[in-house]
């Protein structure tokens, strides 16, 4: 198993934080968003006797209202066309485990998010990229690009819309291609929307699920994690109009039992969070990402892709190895008693050599932390390339 870059330099974090530095998490995806109230009052309020377990594909009360919540969104699909999962990351396993075998192979737009890695190994699949770039601001690559690739063991496309590591939105046209090429080979298109809510710029969000003749082909990830900052509730979900894929998931499901029944409590209530509370959101992401972006720019000899969605961005820095640098600063460097902590992009591609000058930022910090940080990074560079 891959190591996760997000959390790979965690123990040099620790020691740094022992020796009294002060770390900005910059390598988390973990939002300082408050979780709305309404989701921890639910927990809070509720009188349970017994925690039991619930069913495997998820209480049947908050599925329909899951649903419900994607019709408001455009997407028409039955509570029976959902499974619960403990976060979109075990949605995820349970898709490759119940659409792949051992030794067939997922098509992935590089960078990605890292742990497709670690769940592709895990079910003994192969990942073959194809290489989205900085100087393109991570678009899809050219249709033609995966044609290349697919052979008789590719079983699937896997997108994440709008992009971790990317930031990268895509295009109404973008899907549709997509949906063309899966039809043509009879692949599954797996979409992990999971920051489907963060979209920046008037941009609107394009589902798989919205595409027409689509049914048999496309499967939804999706979580609570990021949408409601409920990281730690573990709740997430599979979602596809295709009645085997749903069975089969099932199964796995049932392995496992159940997914946690406090959490589906404070999601079902979840669902009830006013639209203003995204609308604050979003414009608290939109500020920090127009700092982050304006202050990393001032860089002499970094480079960075502006993100359309999500609460992420790649970035090009002035070193050759960023993994040792993304070290270095927890190891031996602080100003003023405070240091950084970035993700090494290169745990994000899954072609050899690509991503070692690259650093993945989350802005899921305050604008004055993100400026403070951005700082640090600017100091760093000076003294580390001395
Ligand atoms: C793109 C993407 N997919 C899936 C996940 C998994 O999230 P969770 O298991 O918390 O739902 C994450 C978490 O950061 C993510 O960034």
């Known amino acids: 198993m891959p190591q996760s870059p997000i959390r790979k330099l965690v123990p040099y974090a620790e020691d740094a934080k022992k020796r009294g530095v002060s770390v900005y998490h910059l390598n988390i995806g973990q939002p300082d968003i408050k979780t709305p109230k309404i989701a921890l009052d639910a927990v809070k309020n509720n009188n349970l006797e017994i925690v039991a377990y619930s069913r495997s594909e998820g209480s049947e009360e908050y599925r329909t209202k899951i649903a419900k919540y994607y019709s408001k969104n455009n997407i028409r699909v039955t509570t029976n066309e959902i499974i619960v999962t403990t976060g979109g990351s075990e949605a995820l396993l349970f898709t490759f485990g119940s659409i792949m075998d051992a030794g067939d192979e997922v098509i992935i737009p ?72 899966v039809k043509k080979h009879n692949l599954f298109l797996i979409a992990d929307e999971v920051y489907r809510e963060f979209t920046y710029d008037g941009e609107k969000h394009h589902s798989v699920m919205e595409v027409g003749g689509l049914e048999d082909y496309a499967i939804m990830i999706d979580s609570v994690s990021k949408r409601y900052s409920m990281c730690g509730a573990r709740i997430g979900c599979i979602v596809s109009r295709n009645k085997e894929v749903i069975q089969t998931a099932l199964k796995f499901a049932q392995a496992r039992l159940s997914p946690p029944t406090y959490a589906q409590i404070a999601s079902e209530a979840a669902l009830e969070t006013p639209q203003s509370y995204f609308d604050d959101v ?64 290169a745990g994000f591609y899954s072609t050899k050599g690509l991503g070692e000058n690259q650093v993945r930022i989350a802005y899921v910090l305050k604008k004055e932390d993100l400026i403070a940080s951005v700082k640090i990074l600017k100091e760093a560079l000076i003294q580390y390339n001395a």
Do not use: H
């Not at 000899?301 to 502006?306: L, R």
């Open 110 to 181: 590089e960078p990605f998010y890292a742990n497709y890695n670690g769940f592709s190994v895990a079910s003994g699949v192969n990942v073959v990229p194809v290489i989205s770039k900085i100087d393109d601001n991570f678009a899809l690559p050219p249709i033609e690009e995966f044609e290349k690739l697919i052979s008789s063991k590719t079983k699937a496309i896997l997108i994440c819309n709008p992009g971790n590591p990317t930031g990268y939105l895509y295009s109404k046209e973008e899907i549709k291609k997509l949906a063309n090429i």
């Open 282 to 345: 979003i414009n608290e992401y939109v500020e920090r990402r127009n700092t982050l972006i304006k202050e990393l720019q001032q860089i002499e000899g970094v480079k960075v892709a502006t993100p359309k969605g999500a609460f992420y961005c790649i970035v090009e820095l002035p070193v050759k190895n960023a993994d040792d640098f993304a070290q270095w600063l927890l190891e031996e460097f602080n100003l003023n008693g405070e240091t950084i902590m970035v993700a090494p992009a």
